[in-house]
């Protein structure tokens, strides 16, 4: 049997509305640092501190063996970039930067995308699209609507602009742990799946690619997700809560949707 889709009670989804303020603030933070010649190491090592000192834990650190405390992925790094001090920021690099708190043993989940310098017009344009296909997926969010049509409007978008959409990751149920029922598929069978209801809470964090849609894992770090035709990739990533009037985007605290 399927694992079930927990609603959350009013306590719980405030602890996970609290977690996911603050992994937002945690990007919004960090956007000050991201330039030209400083090494994603040093990225990390902020936003780390900057979690343990509003009380904090980054979900990343040691899960299944993840070392660090934020995913950073640049250019063709679809997800699950390690940040290290030879990894230097350079002019024209698209990069996102992933980062999940756990307050008080709640969980909140985002991620966004940054660049430096003059970036080329294609990777400008995927940054754009690839936000406005999470938008578009936020917008199939009510109760009663089914998870299916999140990946299909996401999917019918992307195949628009001729990109490959990931469908080796997924979104997920967020909240009491890093990863809850449902997969939240970003390429999916409209009015397929299960049904949406008010108090769930998950992620919508499509990973769209200018090429193929394949990924392919590091096989010496075991973690870094690239495109397998080396090719840019770009990902947004929201905590989205089903209210009674459709939904709460819980990462949303302005600012650093800089593409929007
Ligand atoms: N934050 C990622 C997500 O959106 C998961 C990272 S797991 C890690 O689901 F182990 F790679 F850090
Ligand atoms: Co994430
Ligand atoms: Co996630």
């Not at 079930?4 to 719980?12: F, G, L, N």
């Not at 996911?20 to 040093?42: D, M, P, Q, R």
């Not at 690619?209 to 495109?227: E, F, M, P, Q, Y």
Request: glycine residues 10%; proline residues 2%; contains cysteine.
């Amino acid at each position: 049997m399927e694992e079930q889709i927990i609603i959350k009670t009013a306590e719980q989804i405030e602890g996970v509305r609290r977690s996911s303020k603050l992994a937002g603030n945690t990007l919004k933070t960090i956007s000050e640092y991201v330039k030209e010649g400083v090494s994603t190491e040093y990225l990390d090592n902020i936003i780390e501190q900057y979690m343990r000192d509003n009380g904090a834990i980054p979900a990343t650190l040691g899960y299944n063996g993840y070392p660090k405390s934020s995913c950073i992925s640049l250019n063709d790094v679809i997800c699950h970039g390690i940040p290290d001090e030879k990894t230097i920021l350079r002019e024209g690099d698209i990069l996102n930067i992933d980062v999940t708190c756990i307050l008080d043993g709640y969980y909140g989940d985002t991620s966004t995308m940054f660049s430096i310098g003059d970036i080329s017009d294609e990777a400008a344009n995927l940054i754009e699209h690839t936000e406005h296909a999470m938008y578009l997926g936020i917008d199939q969010v009510r109760p009663g609507n089914c998870f299916g049509n999140i990946g299909y409007v996401i999917g019918k978008f992307a195949k628009s602009k001729k990109y490959g959409v990931v469908y080796e990751f997924c979104g997920h149920g967020i909240g009491m742990d890093f990863h809850e029922a449902p997969q939240v598929e970003h390429l999916s069978a409209r009015n397929s799946g299960a049904i949406m209801q008010s108090g769930m809470i998950f992620t919508i964090e499509p990973m769209i690619n200018l090429g193929k849609s394949r990924a392919k894992i590091d096989k010496r770090d075991g973690w870094t997700a690239r495109t397998i035709d080396g090719k840019l990739s770009a990902q947004f990533e929201h905590t989205i809560l089903v209210t009674d009037a459709g939904y709460e985007i819980l990462t949303d605290v302005g600012m650093y949707d800089i593409f929007k």
